[in-house]
């Protein structure tokens, strides 16, 4: 059955970064892209970018263009999410998503989800 | 950008009862790529429904989409104890610039 296990929660101070985990399993791990997801305490969600297993290629959202950078590792089918410059504001729990377009079928991304991690909770505090 | 309106923000209702969930985006979405999703306290969203009328694998029938262009309608027609949560309408027409509405709440009368 397919799985995304994400690390444990961080607590970070502002200015510091984060990177977060996400372990596929149960699919072929090149073969959907995966997408970042957060949302902020008793708020809504926010989309914060995609990025292909297979080549690496990311696009991410302008909000947070500069600051996110998402990479991949295809060995342990394993997607990892690093937020720079932290501030307060950043608290969230972060989550992995999968893409729910088969690459080899769809070829582009649908931008739906039909799996989804447990999520991180990411808490910046002085 | 595409705003998604949900409304209402909570709906109070008992178990058996009909449950109506609207989203209203600022423009049309295209193809109607428009997904819905449920989320329970302290867990990830799950994916109910994309393109605004098909069913996710796994998902019960008591849940069905509808709608095109900017209005969009959730309905679970017979409430079951565990369908009280949050859900999120979400818009991928315009992706990469997707985006979600604020959410309803469904809570027990």
């Known amino acids: 059955q397919v799985q995304l296990v994400q690390s444990g929660a961080e607590v970070k101070k502002p200015g510091a970064s984060v990177k977060v985990s996400c372990k596929a399993s149960g699919y072929t791990f090149t073969s959907y892209y995966m997408h970042w997801v957060r949302q902020a305490p008793g708020q809504g969600l926010e989309w914060m970018g995609i990025?292909?297993?297979?080549?690496?290629?990311?696009s991410y959202a302008q909000k947070f263009q500069g600051r996110v950078t998402m990479t991949r590792d295809t060995s342990t089918s394993t997607v990892y999410m690093e937020l720079s410059s932290l501030r307060s504001e950043d608290t969230a729990v972060y989550y992995c998503?999968?893409?729910?377009?088969?690459?080899?079928?769809?070829?582009?991304?649908?931008?739906?989800?039909?799996?989804w991690g447990q999520g991180t909770l990411v808490t910046v505090s002085s | 950008e595409i705003v998604l309106t949900q409304s209402p923000g909570t709906l109070s209702l008992s178990p058996g009862e009909r449950a109506t969930l609207s989203c209203r985006a600022s423009q049309s979405v295209s193809s109607s790529y428009l997904a819905w999703y449920q989320q329970k306290p302290g867990q990830a969203p799950r994916l109910l429904i994309y393109g605004a009328s098909s069913r996710a694998t796994g998902i019960p029938d008591r849940f069905s989409g509808s709608g095109s262009g900017t209005d969009f309608t959730l309905t679970i027609s017979r409430l079951e104890p565990e369908d009280f949560a949050v859900y999120y309408c979400?818009?991928?027409?315009?992706?990469?610039?997707?985006?979600f509405g604020g959410g309803t709440k469904v809570e027990i009368k």
């Open positions: 979400q818009q991928y027409g315009s992706s990469p610039r997707l985006t």
């Open positions: 998503a999968r893409d729910s377009g088969d690459i080899v079928v769809v070829v582009a991304a649908t931008y739906y989800f039909d799996y």
């Open positions: 990025i292909n297993p297979s080549g690496g290629s990311t």
